[in-house]
């Protein structure tokens, strides 16, 4: 008996044995997928010492020609086939603590290394991250219930039912009211909005209207403008310490109406990264590359033009990448990326696209577009088709870039060989003195007949002259220069020249003693042909409106203009990032990892790049976009780090509905961010209650699976243009240049310039947060408390902060006081007792009857306020803003009452 039950036992252990045996053949045969099995644990226990910084022993595993190429000790580590000849794997089982990897650091786990074994046995295939390979369209996945509204919600509930999940009932109409506005227009609705919606007897069909309409409002552009200019690091001023003014707010009009207009977004990219290469540039395209010059601009003393424009334009290449792809490509400046694809050479290359414009770093800020009103548009239209019939069509785009944006001229800073003149603090201007020269350097003078010059002189009797070659040079013309008190143009006609040359600029004056004085100041020169058609009858009237529209007194509006062939920068990799330091030379080019994407017709300069940025095989862009659209309505995005979508990026935690939403963007909705935004307001995800059950705290406690609506603490901008629309003073003036509501003293320091905060008048002061003027070096104190960028560099999202301080602006800063004392003015206007003023008031922020428990709560704080105001009319008379007037302690009280209110949770969160 107990030798059968022996052998049944002996049988038993043969059968598991056999089992395990056949498990481990077939785990041995099954294949290794690199992108979720492998590259993980390359990232996090080998590629800080085998990266593209660190390449220790001349191993890498960050591309796999690297890591399969002959190491240092000249062998490859890795054997494609052969884990056993493969020093790679000895390493990892390896005893020996001086032999074992990683390093100094605990060993790899027995799955870690079975997967890696297995992986070379297979071949050592590599794979390419998900963010990296071109969106394809995705199925949408079956699930059980017939709870979604759209596609878009079948991926949420599948990963519900997964997790054994269910969603959230639709939350109630005031709710979803509140909640929609303030995603599709940054505030709230029209009363006769609002009112349609809560009393249709078709929800559903009255939901569809709604939207239709937030999404025609023209609110809508300005509420996803501001979204926009954080990406673009708009601001009013140019940064750095002097932080001066900067005329550029005609870009964040262009940037409202592009959205207002439903612009597609491939052409919202194109516009702004190339607007200005068009054939026939539109003044809206030229307007829209100031996404490139909202750069920051360093006019201070003694800094180097050359080294503040070549950081901004390495501005220009993190902007692009971290803004419009979600990729962190900026430590590529100084080293191949730790892990992602991309080699230190390829950020040069990039770089390329962008170090070919006509910006310099000088304090007028050159290129700027000139900004004509419809009399004078209609003269440069009249002078243009008068150029083309005497000249030829060439000849009139040239003199139209000409007149639009001063282009392209010779900045006087530029200039060298100085003899008895100066660079003004070494960035302003050319400064001449008595008997004094300096060097235009490789000037294209080919059929050049004409120098226009901007210049300001303060003695007469002067001479200047131009020479080739040098300042002895034969001179091609001289002149007397007259007093200007201002900068002033002046034309100099010569013979025409051929070839490119040096030019020499010469001045003296024999009856200025001073040798040490200052005379002549230079801006700018430009070398051109003069103006044609001498025989036609129409010449003289047609070259004074020339002079008029060149002397043009305009705003202006700093643009994006490329070089002429004869100005083009040569390119070369800066050695560890360092400017100073420059290494071999390249030529434009996206990383080879990308380069896929690159259209065959795609010309080798910004319209180039813009074309592969839009082209629908890149992977980044569209997925970018839509992360960007989901996070602002769910407060994170599928991809919560929506600045890196790369490996070190955080995991989306539905990929398939990223890549499905992507491929809808581009293929189905044609770029339209109206059409996309619609699909996801409609989703019955979105429209869920936010109430969070015990079992979503224990199993979802983030919401990363949306079994429920999501909580979000308003932007700054929502919280401002939310308070101003219930308090019933929202303006509804848009564009133009920004305004400034109230800001206390103290705030501003401007040393360089004096410039003071000056509070606006009117309904200016009532305008919507996107309006306010934003100054780099001190933004809009409340606008900082509540998480706003400071837009001194792209800013991909906002990370949201709970700090005191944001309870202390919403309380007691001068604006929501004001606005407090407008709401108390509002519900004032209510008859009857003070308990029904209070049930309207929050009516108004909440659009649903207050329940009597919160009702009661402020029936107190107002009766504990009139007693106190009642005994303190200084107080009183202090809240109300009227010091030397007697106040009522009625008035004072709902004041309070109404500044509780608007400092509710529920106010300042959507939810």
């Known amino acids: 008996m107990f030798k059968g039950k022996r052998n049944l036992l002996l049988s038993g252990f043969i059968v598991l044995a056999i089992g395990l045996l056949a498990f481990s053949f077939f785990a041995a045969d099954k294949e290794i997928d690199f992108n979720s099995q492998v590259k993980p644990i390359l990232n996090k226990k080998c590629i800080a010492c085998h990266g593209g910084v660190k390449q220790q022993g001349g191993f890498s595993v960050l591309f796999r020609e690297e890591a399969m190429a002959v190491t240092k000790s000249g062998k490859p580590a890795i054997v494609p086939g052969h884990p056993g000849e493969s020093e790679f794997i000895k390493r990892l089982n390896s005893n020996d603590p001086e032999e074992r990897m990683p390093y100094k650091h605990p060993p790899l786990s027995g799955d870690e290394i079975d997967i890696l074994t297995a992986w070379v046995k297979q071949g050592a295939k590599w794979g390419k991250h998900w963010a990296y390979v071109s969106v394809a369209p995705t199925p949408v996945p079956e699930v059980a219930s017939d709870w979604g509204r759209n596609d878009l919600d079948k991926f949420i509930l599948a990963k519900l039912e997964e997790n054994k999940l269910k969603p959230s009932p639709t939350a109630d109409r005031s709710t979803l009211l509140r909640r929609v506005s303030l995603d599709l227009i940054g505030t709230y609705p029209s009363a006769q909005l609002a009112k349609f919606y809560l009393q249709s007897k078709d929800e559903q069909k009255a939901y569809s209207i709604l939207v239709d309409s937030l999404l025609a409002s023209p609110k809508y552009g300005e509420r996803w403008a501001t979204m926009w200019l954080d990406i673009a690091r708009y601001a009013d001023t140019k940064g750095y310490e002097s932080d001066p003014n900067r005329n550029i707010w005609s870009y964040r009009d262009w940037v409202i109406k592009a959205y207002n207009n439903d612009m597609p977004y491939n052409q919202f990219v194109t516009d702004q990264i190339a607007g200005d290469l068009f054939p026939n540039p539109t003044d809206a395209q030229y307007i829209a590359t100031a996404f490139s010059r909202n750069t920051p601009t360093n006019d201070e003393g003694g800094t180097n033009n050359e080294e503040f424009r070549t950081a901004a334009v390495l501005d220009r290449v993190n902007t692009t990448w971290e803004g419009l792809m979600g990729t962190t490509f900026a430590c590529v400046q100084c080293h191949a990326h730790p892990y992602d694809p991309f080699k230190h050479e390829e950020y040069y290359r990039f770089m390329s696209y962008f170090n070919n414009t006509r910006d310099e770093d000088v304090a007028a800020e050159y290129p700027v577009f000139k900004n004509f009103n419809d009399s004078l548009r209609h003269n440069l239209n009249r002078l243009t088709d008068f150029v083309t019939q005497v000249s030829g069509k060439s000849r009139a785009n040239q003199m139209q870039l000409f007149l639009k944006t001063g282009q392209p001229a010779i900045n006087s800073t530029t200039a060298d060989e100085l003899s008895n003149s100066v660079i003004g603090n070494h960035n302003i201007a050319l400064f001449f003195k008595n008997r ?365 902060t709970n700090t005191p301080l944001q309870a202390l602006v919403t309380l007691n800063d001068s604006v929501y006081i004001d606005l407090a004392r407008k709401l108390a003015q509002r519900m004032d206007k209510i008859n009857g007792k003070a308990d029904a003023k209070i049930a309207k008031g929050y009516e108004m922020l909440m659009y649903k009857p207050i329940s009597p428990v919160k009702l009661k709560v402020f029936e107190n704080l107002y009766a504990k306020a009139l007693s106190a105001y009642g005994k303190d009319t200084s107080s009183a008379a202090l809240l109300m803003g009227e010091k030397d007037k007697h106040i009522k302690p009625e008035e004072a009280a709902m004041v309070l009452v109404a500044n509780a209110l608007l400092n509710l949770d529920e106010v300042i969160t959507k939810n």
């Open 436 to 800: 004094s020269s300096a060097r235009l350097k490789a000037v294209d003078l080919e059929n050049v007949d004409e120098l226009i010059v901007r210049y300001r002189c303060t003695k007469p009797n002067g001479t200047m002259s131009l020479h080739l070659g040098s300042p002895d040079g034969p001179i091609l013309k001289s002149w007397k220069t007259e007093i200007s008190e201002k900068h002033q143009i002046f034309t100099i006609d010569f013979a025409k020249q051929r070839g490119i040359h040096d030019v020499y600029l010469k001045y003296s004056n024999p009856g200025v003693k001073n040798p040490d004085e200052f005379i002549v100041y230079f801006d700018w020169f430009y070398f051109t042909q003069q103006f044609p058609g001498k025989d036609h009858p129409q010449y003289a009237a047609n070259k004074k409106l020339f002079t008029e529209l060149m002397n043009a007194s305009v705003s202006t509006t700093p643009v994006m203009v490329e070089n002429p062939s004869a100005m083009r920068r040569k390119n070369y990799v800066f050695v560890r990032g360092a400017w100073t330091s420059k290494g071999k030379e390249v030529k434009v080019g996206v990383p080879n990892s990308l380069a896929f994407a690159m259209p065959a017709n795609a010309p080798n300069n910004r319209m180039g790049l813009a074309m592969w940025l839009t082209d629908k095989r890149n992977p980044l862009v569209s997925r970018t976009m839509v992360n960007r659209l989901w996070e602002q309505l769910y407060g994170t995005g599928l991809v919560e780090t929506l600045e890196d979508m790369g490996t070190q990026g955080m995991a989306p935690t539905h990929q398939e509905l990223l890549d499905f939403m992507a491929y809808q963007l581009m293929h189905k909705y044609n770029w339209s961010i109206k059409k996309m935004l619609r699909e996801m307001v409609m989703m019955a995800t979105y429209r869920q209650d936010s109430k969070l059950t015990n079992e979503l705290k224990e199993k979802d406690l983030f919401n990363k699976l949306y079994a429920r609506g999501s909580r979000v603490r308003l932007s700054a901008e929502q919280l401002r243009d939310q308070s101003l629309a219930v308090c019933g003073v929202l303006s509804n003036k848009m564009y133009g240049p920004p305004v400034m509501p109230w800001q206390p003293e103290g705030i501003w320091f401007s040393p360089y310039n004096g410039a003071k905060w000056k509070m606006s008048d009117g309904e200016d002061k009532y305008r919507r947060g996107i309006y306010t003027y934003w100054k780099r070096t001190a933004p809009y104190p409340s606008a900082i408390a509540f998480d706003g960028a400071s837009r001194v560099v792209c800013s991909p999202r906002r990370i949201r």
